[in-house]
T-cell receptor, first 110, second 114 residues
Framework: KQEVTQIPAALSVPEGENLVLNCSFT??????LQWFRQDPGKGLTSLLL?????REQTSGRLNASLDKSSGRSTLYIAASQPGDSATYLC?????????FGKGITLSVRP | NAGVTQTPKFRILKIGQSMTLQCTQD?????MYWYRQDPGMGLKLIYY???????DKGEVPNGYNVSRSTTEDFPLRLELAAPSQTSVYFC?????????????FGEGSWLTVV
């Protein structure tokens, strides 16, 4: 059974710092890996989707990488801003069989 | 664009009561999903549908029922509410489950069973 782990559960950084959020998974036979953002009291917004044949995806200040052999993905956020404060979840699998991590709650201090 | 719309946003139920969470999407997506999110936990799939008239169980289907009579709507019914069903419920949709297809979520329905 696929398990997805995100450590640490919470992270606080000063504004402007470049940071990396980690996601690990136990079964390397993944389909997709997706990173989501969740604001308090809101739903999930898809940030980046990496297909199993891809190594990374980029969108603006965000870059996500995928290393299936080691069972890891990282979300890199460049020049963090207070508006980046949210919970970031990663999920692996096809959309009908997504396994989610518990998320990392990021706080970016002004 | 409306995307995925869920109602109600908040609801308090008494043990044993029944209710339906409504979900509609305007993106003409074939696939729709219901997830629940418990505090500090990842999301778990309750039911999903691959198209009108077709539904299938997810990881935690017990205590819930769904129907899919149209492409747009995917209601989730709780028949006999129990405290264990206190959670945040998210409806989602996607065009397909093929590689590269993004999933879109609604804003959630907060349900408390007392």
């Amino acid at each position: 059974k696929q398990e997805v782990t995100q450590i640490p559960a919470a992270l606080s950084v000063p504004e402007g710092e470049n940071l990396v959020l980690n996601c690990s998974f136990t079964d390397s036979a993944i389909y997709n890996l997706q990173w989501f953002r969740q604001d308090p009291g809101k739903g999930l917004t898809s940030l980046l989707l990496i297909q199993s044949s891809q190594r990374e995806q980029t969108s603006g200040r965000l870059n996500a990488s995928l290393d299936k052999s080691s069972g890891r993905s990282t979300l890199y956020i460049a020049a963090s801003q207070p508006g980046d404060s949210a919970t970031y979840l990663c999920a692996v699998g096809a959309n009908s069989k997504l396994t989610f991590g518990k998320g990392i709650t990021l706080s970016v201090r002004p | 664009n409306a995307g995925v719309t869920q109602t109600p946003k908040f609801r308090i139920l008494k043990i044993g009561q029944s209710m339906t969470l409504q979900c509609t999407q305007d993106m003409n997506h074939n696939y729709m999903y219901w997830y629940r999110q418990d505090p500090g936990m990842g999301l778990k799939l309750i039911y999903y549908s691959v198209g009108a008239g077709i539904t299938d169980k997810g990881e935690v289907p017990n205590g819930y029922n769904v129907s899919r009579s149209t492409t747009e709507d995917f209601p989730l019914r709780l028949e006999l509410a129990a405290p264990s069903q206190t959670s945040v419920y998210f409806c989602a949709s996607s065009y397909s489950t093929d590689r590269g297809n993004t999933i879109y979520f609604g804003e959630g329905s907060w349900l408390t069973v007392v």
